[in-house]
Every structure is written in C-alpha cells, then in structure tokens.
T-cell receptor, first 115, second 115 residues
C-alpha cells in the first residue's frame, strides 16, 4: 500500500487567497483525520470523518476552514480566505477504526505558508 | 480536560548515550498511552503503546512503562543512534475498546543525536 497521500507537499500563497489541501487515505480505512501542527500549539485535531461523514469538527478554528470527503478515497481541507496565521503543517491520517485499538497512519503533510 | 505534558526540547545526545524523554498525563479513568515518532519530512508513526497500568510498550529498542501511580509514560532507550534523530510525541486516548475517544498529543520533543 502507498500509505496516506497528501498534496501538495508545499504551498505558498498570499493572504486572502483560497487554499485547498488534498488527501487520499489508505484503502479500507474507515476513519480520516485532519491535523494542524504549529510550533506554538503543537498538533491539533481539526476534524475527523467516519465512512465519509464528518463526526467531530470542533477543532476547526473558524468558518474560513471547511473539509469534505466526497468518497472513501478522497478528502479536502479548504481555507478561504487564507491568513498568515494559518501557516502550519497540515497532516491527514487514516485508520481502520477509532480509539486506542487502532493505529492512525499519517501522511507526509502539507507545509502551508501564507504571506 | 485530558492532557499530556512532555519535556521541552531539543534534546542533544551523543551516539550510544542513554535516552529518557519524560511524559506525564492528566486524564480521568484509565487512558491508553502512546509514543509517536516523526522523522524529518515525514508524518507521525506509532512507536509503541500501553493500554493498562504497569504495561510496558517496546519497539526498536525503545521502551515505556505505564505508571499510574505517577501518571507517567517516560520513553527510554539504552543506546541511541544517529538514525533516532526525530521528534517524539507522547499521546493518550480513551481506554481500550472505547471507540469514541480522540488521541491527544503532547507538543513533541525534538531529539538530535551527534555521531
């Protein structure tokens, strides 16, 4: 298996622009997670899906952020409009289940820089 | 709420030195505990886990023992290698088989091993 695939690996954009991050989970995994990593706040869970349905989006910072999972093999995280404080590394992870019995597999991340 | 506190880095050691990275947690009930590792340019990977008190998780020469009396899960390795240079995250989740619990990560400790 190729593992969790994220694109792009690096994104540089100007404040006010729309940014779309993409994720392909591991085939057969029912759960998909979006995390954000910054020096100040560490690793934060933004939202997660079960069987393509958003279960908990309480970590999404504000309405500028939205996430979709139109099918079992693809998810997007969109920021519109982007702001400099959104600069971070965004990780997608997937697992067969939720809870401590199931390992989460992380993608390599997308490093976002908003100028 | 539940939380994880781990020692701040960076930690710099010479090759073959003994490693300890401290981690303590605050949680209700009996959480499961994890160590994840993030190598440069990659996503997080599960290193080891323990699901009940006095359990010892081990992998790749690393060990950690779930100590409920001290609410700790310190990571140790007897002889580190340059290839162990990475960021290490302590994390917790709900008790085993509880499907609704998210993983809560510490802020990470950067480890740098000198040849």
């Amino acid at each position: 298996d190729a593992g969790v695939i994220q694109s792009p690996r690096h994104e540089v954009t100007e404040m006010g622009q729309e940014v779309t991050l993409r994720c392909k989970p591991i085939s057969g995994h029912d759960y998909l997670f979006w995390y954000r990593q910054t020096m100040m706040r560490g690793l934060e869970l933004l939202i997660y899906f079960n069987n393509n349905v958003p279960i908990d989006d309480s970590g999404m910072p504000e309405d500028r952020f939205s996430a979709k999972m139109p099918n079992a093999s693809f998810s997007t995280l969109k920021i519109q409009p982007s702001e400099p404080r959104d600069s971070a590394v965004y990780f997608c992870a997937s697992s067969r289940g939720q809870g401590s019995s199931y390992e989460q597999y992380f993608g390599p991340g997308t490093r976002l820089t908003v100028t | 709420g539940d939380s994880v506190t781990q020692m701040e880095g960076p930690v710099t050691l010479s090759e073959e030195a003994f490693l300890t990275i401290n981690c303590t947690y605050t949680a209700t009930g009996y959480p499961s505990l994890f160590w994840y590792v993030q190598y440069p340019g990659e996503g997080l990977q599960l290193l080891l886990k323990a699901t009940k008190a006095d359990d010892k998780g081990s992998n790749k020469g690393f060990e950690a023992t779930y100590r409920k009396e001290t609410t700790s899960f310190h990571l140790e390795k007897g002889s580190v290698q340059v290839s162990d240079s990475a960021v290490y995250f302590c994390a917790l989740s709900g008790p085993l088989m509880n499907r609704d619990d998210k993983i809560i990560f510490g802020k990470g400790t950067r480890l740098h091993i000198l040849p």
